[in-house]
């Protein structure tokens, strides 16, 4: 076993752990270049001129393609998503194994290398995000985040993702600073929100029609929409800022958000989704008494219970 049995508890309770330094360091530096590489030659970003990274990108520098966008303070480079460079940072050993003894030995879809990549049909809906599920094989890609500058501050406000997966990853691969745009978590929402879907995995959708403009995209129930607006009125969230190489695993159902940066250091990190092979007999299933039935032995019997030293190295107490 890599965790022990308190990482796992405070999984269970906070539906997210922190794992400190667990990416190769040399694959995030080759993943920082990667990112950099693929701007083309004139643009007024640059690498070497820090000055240059505060966001919004201005017009000439921007790419509309979301399978290698940069608009307003968002750059996600998802092209990149199944090379052999990002199956072995997202998909490391390491990181197969922890996934494994949260959701079970021997359950997960493998990373293909060279597969199909997130984006490749636009948006999920006109105006809505793109489906990291839809005929992704490998990571979601790399995501930065532009420094806000002097852009007015703005409130939190998180979400749930609305796409099929069991368990999410996000890898920090340069350091990030406090309120420096790192995945924000709300503990404890995967409890409160997994019993408000109609389906244990996936949501009801409703088709976009032009003439019909709308309704369109996800559904959510009543239930689900008070229960988020309750976390974000009575839940701190949590600020997973850190160092290169530290990762955030996070349960599918926990409210979250990226972070906004009002640091003056671009934010960069890779995300990756983790997909057990049962999920499409799964993902229609209502909630389940137990929601960990689809989980492993050890996390369902893992106590309830941790240290208060464990709860600060998560960063959920001061
Ligand atoms: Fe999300």
């Known amino acids: 076993m890599i965790l022990n049995q308190e990482q796992l508890s405070f999984f269970k309770v906070n539906g997210y752990i922190i794992l ?10 080759k993943a920082r270049d990667l990112l950099w590489s693929s701007l083309p030659k004139e643009t007024n970003i640059k690498r070497e001129d820090p000055s240059t990274h505060v966001g919004p ?9 979301v399978t290698n966008l940069r608009q307003g303070y968002k750059w996600q480079l998802r092209s990149i998503g199944t090379d052999q460079l990002m199956i072995d940072l997202v998909y490391s050993e390491a990181l197969q194994q922890i ?27 006109p105006g809505g995000p793109v489906d990291p599920a839809l005929d992704n094989e490998g990571a979601r890609g790399i995501y930065a985040t532009l420094p806000y500058g002097d852009k007015e501050k703005e409130p939190d406000f998180c979400h749930s993702d609305g796409h ?13 600073l406090p309120n420096g745009g790192a995945f924000k978590v709300w503990p404890g929402s995967h409890k409160r929100l997994y019993p408000t879907f109609q389906m244990q995995y996936d949501q009801p959708r ?15 129930s009543e239930a689900y929409e008070e229960e988020i607006k309750k976390v974000m009125e009575d839940t701190k969230p949590v600020d997973c800022c850190g160092s290169e190489g530290d990762v955030v695993l996070w349960h599918h159902r926990l409210a979250h ?17 983790f997909i057990k092979k049962d999920l499409d007999e799964n993902r229609a299933k209502p909630p389940q008494d137990n929601m ?27």
Request: charged content about 25%; aromatic content about 8%.
């Open 257 to 273: 958000m990226a972070g906004h940066n009002y640091s003056n250091k671009m934010r960069l990190a890779v995300l990756g989704d």
């Open 20 to 29: 400190p330094k667990i990416l190769d360091p040399d694959l995030c530096e």
């Open 164 to 176: 099929p997966f069991n368990l999410s990853l996000v890898g920090l691969i340069d350091d990030v």
């Open 292 to 318: 960990w039935q689809d989980w492993s032995e050890d996390l369902n019997t893992a106590p309830e219970t941790y240290s208060d030293e464990m709860a600060r190295s998560q960063k959920l107490i001061d």
């Open 99 to 125: 996934a494994e003894e949260l959701l079970g030995k021997d359950t997960l879809v493998k990373p293909k290398v060279g597969g199909k990549t997130m984006g490749q049909h636009g948006a999920a809906w």
């Open 57 to 65: 990108f201005i017009e000439n520098d921007l790419e509309e393609d």
């Open 206 to 220: 409703i088709a976009y029609y032009e003439h019909l403009p709308s309704y369109k995209g996800i559904i959510q």
